[in-house]
């Protein structure tokens, strides 16, 4: 059964899974009625980073741009321009044993595609979440729902992997951003 967390929770990912390490990290939301005339698209990313929370290289920004890291470790498996559907809107899918050794955090981030152009933010979206399933078993291993908290925000930094003591833990982080993906990359470093 999943560990269900609250913003701020830290939990254990791999010292409870021995051998846990193919990971598939899967986003969802719903938008809440809105008449503005555009679709909501919103983007998952991932960042790795250093102990300083930025990434080394541009290319440790893994999106819709740049789908795959170059160690493999990190794989964005599309873009999901409308949201339909049912269950995980967009989804990443990460290998543990093939992450750098310079990495030590992983962040995922939900963005609102052009959301200054089409007048969105995070207010307008409810049911946001976060789960990490175990790719091998397809048991979800972990479950955050970020509540609606947000308001303005275009951009939120959803929660992180990282480790500590050579183990890896989740960070359910839920911090919003306004700026959108602009704003998160200068927070990680990534020129733009």
């Known amino acids: 059964m999943a560990v269900s967390l609250s913003k701020g929770q830290k939990v254990d990912l791999t010292k409870g899974n021995p051998g846990l390490s193919k990971l598939i990290i899967g986003l969802g939301w719903d938008t809440n009625k809105y008449d503005g ?67 030590s ?40 729902d970020l509540g609606e908290d947000f308001s303005v925000e275009t951009a939120v930094v959803v929660g992180e992997l990282y480790r500590h003591n050579g183990e890896w833990k989740f960070n359910a982080i839920g911090s919003g951003f306004q700026g959108g993906l602009y704003a998160l990359c200068q927070n990680f470093g990534v020129n733009v």
Request: proline share 1%.
């Open 105 to 144: 955090r992983i962040a995922f981030t939900v963005t609102i595609y052009e959301s200054d152009k089409r007048n969105q933010n995070f207010g307008q979206v409810s049911n946001a979440y976060i789960h990490i399933i175990d790719q091998v078993t397809g048991t979800e291993v972990i479950r955050y």
């Open 37 to 103: 005339g555009f679709d909501f698209d919103l983007d998952a990313s991932a960042f790795l980073c250093g102990d300083n929370g930025r990434v080394f290289d541009d290319k440790d920004f893994i999106f819709y741009g740049n789908l795959k890291h170059a160690s493999g470790s990190v794989e964005h498996t599309g873009d999901n321009t409308t949201g339909a559907g049912e269950g995980d809107d967009e989804v990443i899918k990460v290998d543990l044993a093939l992450v750098p050794a310079n990495v």
